[in-house]
């Protein structure tokens, strides 16, 4: 059965007829062009496809496009924009650095958080999710108590545990993280950056 459906793809609307088994990576891939979401596993187990949706983080692989009907999607490469002309920010909040890129992707840049790249998009998007979750006071698996949560290493690699990185450049990007965090504010009062 085909769908009509909307969707905008980092700020521009994407009007497309899907079968209604079309996951959304493969519309955004195959249909629409948008590369940067990754097909690693197709079972949700890599966090390649991550992409925000409605700034909540999701596999894309795992998602059906006609779900997203009406949603607002941000890739890898719609983090990447300057402020929109209609006064709309870059997915994440915050404002990109004159370079062009959002905070986050200049902490992986400056932090050497990436082998081959393959993974990189998808740990990205990752990241500016679980900093929104982060900075809501949203709790971890690994949250102590009541306590606000701080983004040591272990909070860290907990929220970005669904990216898997083939390449091992952990030991980079848990760093990255801590940085975008401390650079753009994120860890608000009572929370905050430790080693």
């Known amino acids: ?5 909307t969707v905008h793809v980092d700020g521009t609307p994407r009007r497309l007829t899907v079968d209604t ?8 891939r195959e249909r629409l062009g948008v590369t940067s ?4 596993c197709d079972h949700g187990q890599c966090g390649a496809c991550t992409v925000l949706s409605g700034g909540r983080r999701v596999l894309s692989c ?4 006609v779900t ?22 870059p997915a994440g ?24 790249g393959y993974c990189t998009p998808g740990q990205v998007v990752s990241a500016v999710g679980m900093l929104d979750e982060f900075a809501r006071g949203w709790p971890s698996a690994v949250t102590e108590g009541t306590r606000p949560p701080r983004l040591d290493r272990a909070e860290v690699a907990e929220r970005m545990s669904g990216n898997l990185c083939r390449c091992a450049a ?3 990007i848990v760093p990255a ?16 950056v430790a080693e």
């Open 1 to 5: 059965m085909m769908s009509e459906i």
């Open 21 to 28: 088994r079309t996951t959304l990576l493969d519309a955004l």
């Open 37 to 40: 979401p990754k097909k690693g």
């Open 62 to 65: 795992l998602t059906l496009a």
């Open 68 to 89: 997203q009907d009406g949603a607002r999607v941000v890739t890898a490469e719609g983090l990447a924009a300057h402020d929109r002309p209609d006064g709309e920010r």
């Open 93 to 116: 909040g915050q404002r990109s650095d004159d370079d062009g890129l959002h905070p986050v992707q200049r902490a992986f840049v400056d932090c050497d958080a990436f082998q081959c």
């Open 170 to 172: 952990y030991v980079n």
């Open 177 to 192: 993280v801590q940085r975008a965090a401390a650079e753009s504010g994120t860890a608000a009062p009572g929370a905050g």
